[in-house]
C-alpha cells in the first residue's frame, strides 16, 4: 500500500515556465524588432554630399596636443560651430560640424576669426572633418549634408 518513507511521486505539473521556451521566444522578438531599430538608427545618421566640393571657410588641424584640433578661418567675427558627431571608422575616423553664419544684417568688421573645434580624435589617428553650413543651428543631425572640408595624417609618434 503506502508506505511512509516511500520516495515522493511527482506529477508533472506544467504550470511553471520553461527556461528553452522563455529563450526562443526573447530571441523571436528581437529578430522582430532589429530591423525597426535599423530604419530609427539610419534616420539619425548624417548625409554626406560626394559630388560637391567644399567651398565655405578653410579648415586646418593643430595635431601637436593629444587630439586633432580643426583650426576653421572664417571671414568675419560671429560665425559658431557645432561639434555634432565623431564617427570612428575605417580607415580614419569621421567629424561631423555645423557652421552658422552671423545673420546676414548684422554689421561685422573684415577680420579673419579662427574657431577651433576639438575632435576628439587621437592625434595618432587619421580624421576626416565633414561641415556642412546652416543658417541657424539645426534640430537634427539628418538635416542638410555634409561635405568633405579637411583631412588630418596621423600625427608622428613622441
Do not use: K
Not at 524588432?33 to 535599423?38: D, R
Amino acid at each position: 500500500m503506502f508506505e511512509a518513507n516511500a520516495p515522493a511521486m511527482r506529477s508533472h505539473d506544467h504550470s511553471h515556465y520553461h527556461p528553452p521556451m522563455l529563450i526562443r521566444l526573447f530571441l523571436l522578438t528581437a529578430l522582430a524588432i532589429l530591423p525597426a531599430c535599423s530604419l530609427f538608427s539610419r534616420a539619425h545618421e548624417p548625409t554626406i554630399e560626394q559630388a560637391a566640393p567644399y567651398t565655405g571657410p578653410a579648415v586646418d588641424f593643430d595635431s601637436t596636443s593629444r587630439t586633432h584640433i580643426a583650426q576653421i578661418t572664417c571671414p568675419t567675427p560671429g560665425w559658431s560651430a557645432s561639434h555634432d558627431l565623431t564617427r570612428e571608422g575605417w580607415p580614419s575616423h569621421e567629424v561631423f560640424i555645423t557652421l552658422v553664419p552671423p545673420p546676414a544684417d548684422a554689421i561685422n568688421a573684415q577680420v579673419l576669426t579662427t574657431i577651433l573645434v576639438d575632435t576628439g580624435v587621437r592625434a595618432e589617428s587619421p580624421c576626416r572633418v565633414y561641415i556642412r553650413r546652416a543658417d541657424q543651428a539645426p534640430d537634427s543631425i539628418a538635416a542638410g549634408s555634409y561635405t568633405l572640408a579637411a583631412s588630418a595624417d596621423p600625427a608622428p609618434a613622441r
